[in-house]
């Protein structure tokens, strides 16, 4: 089994994917952390605790986090995820509690362990990254137990909150900036699991309706729905984030190049872009007065849209 954490901000995709990583035999949640994104940070700590009942797994630790980014007020996603981030599918909340202690402190307690027992633990932030910025700034050495991180936000091209920018980083860029230079240098490899193949995994309508039988498969219906109601779509909705959740389980469904790897921090226009340098490094680039970035990550240029979403069934079924 696979020791794998979640940093969430649960909205319906985070949802697919916290069903896939609760069910699936080869992963072992050990915890869920929590950080205001595209809802407020109490929500997020519902919706999160909600849907790991709905999976069978209220042994799964879930702690709250950072409520907002670095520098900049939290912005939500009602018009993506509903106003209670789920949807608003009136699916009976759990009555649990989160646990006593922040998420940074659950992240730090998780992986200091894993270094003890040489468990390595694969990360993955599927949300502004907020509070993976301040664990390995405050906890360096917490980093000795992750095995890997791999991230959904970012892309290659196109934004989705802006022009320039994909939701997660645009949300807190310098959380982002942070996590990936302090990656670098503390050795942790990275994958961008970002727009350019977020939307390629796709559940149809008719494959989210014979999903029955079970509180996970139920909830995993009704998402797949709302989702494609909301992007108004007939055709059905991409998993989003729960690719990324894929991609671990699975890493051979996924393409990925090792690109150089900055995060715009200013500019009107592009605060929050991912810049991914695909330029040639080997030639004479030396009128580029930055010069090469120094984390250099693995960047999903490609997925089997066909195979993830067949395995995301499988396992919410």
């Known amino acids: 089994m696979k020791p794998v954490i979640l940093d969430v901000d649960t909205g319906l995709d985070d949802a697919c994917a916290l069903l896939l990583a609760a069910r699936h035999p080869e992963l072992d949640l050990k915890a869920v952390t929590c950080v205001g994104g595209n809802v407020g940070i109490d929500q997020v700590v519902v919706n999160t605790l909600t849907v790991l009942d709905a999976a069978g797994r209220p042994d799964v630790p879930v702690a709250r986090g950072a409520s907002l980014p670095f520098l900049q007020p939290v912005r939500t996603a009602p018009h993506v995820h509903?106003?209670?981030?789920?949807?608003?599918?009136?699916?009976?909340?759990?009555i649990r509690t989160a646990d006593a202690r922040h998420a940074v402190e659950l992240?730090?307690?998780?992986?200091?362990?894993?270094?003890?027992?040489?468990?390595?633990v694969t990360l993955i932030p599927l949300a502004p990254m907020t509070n993976i910025a301040l664990l390995l700034r405050?906890?360096?050495?917490?980093?000795?137990?992750?095995?890997?991180?791999?991230?959904m936000g970012g892309a290659a091209g196109i934004g989705n909150a802006t022009a320039s920018a994909e939701f997660n980083i645009w949300t807190d860029p310098e959380a982002a900036a942070i996590t990936l230079t302090a990656a670098s240098e503390l050795g942790v490899r990275v994958t961008m699991y970002g727009l350019d193949v977020?939307?390629?995994?796709?559940?149809?309508?008719?494959?989210?309706?014979?999903l029955s039988g079970s509180p996970s498969a139920d909830l995993a219906r009704r998402l797949i729905e709302r989702r494609s109601e909301l992007y108004r779509s007939d055709?059905?909705?991409?998993?989003?984030?729960?690719?990324?959740?894929?991609?671990?389980?699975?890493?051979?469904?996924?393409?990925?190049?090792?690109?150089?790897l900055r995060v715009e921090l200013s500019g009107s226009w592009s605060r929050g872009r991912t810049i991914v340098d695909t330029r040639?490094?080997?030639?004479?680039?030396?009128?580029?007065?930055?010069?090469?970035?120094?984390?250099?990550?693995?960047?999903?240029?490609?997925?089997?849209?066909?195979?993830?979403?067949?395995?995301?069934?499988?396992?919410?079924?």
């Open 82 to 94: 509903g106003a209670d981030g789920l949807g608003d599918l009136d699916w009976p909340k759990s």
């Open 107 to 120: 992240l730090r307690d998780v992986l200091l362990e894993a270094a003890r027992t040489g468990e390595l």
């Open 138 to 151: 405050t906890y360096p050495e917490a980093a000795a137990g992750l095995r890997e991180i791999v991230f």
């Open 198 to 210: 977020f939307y390629d995994v796709v559940i149809s309508l008719a494959e989210a309706k014979a």
């Open 235 to 260: 055709d059905g909705a991409s998993i989003g984030d729960g690719g990324a959740v894929c991609a671990v389980i699975d890493p051979s469904g996924l393409t990925t190049l090792p690109f150089p």
């Open 280 to 317: 040639d490094w080997a030639g004479d680039l030396t009128t580029d007065p930055h010069g090469v970035a120094p984390p250099v990550v693995q960047v999903a240029t490609a997925v089997d849209g066909r195979r993830y979403a067949d395995l995301w069934l499988a396992t919410v079924r």
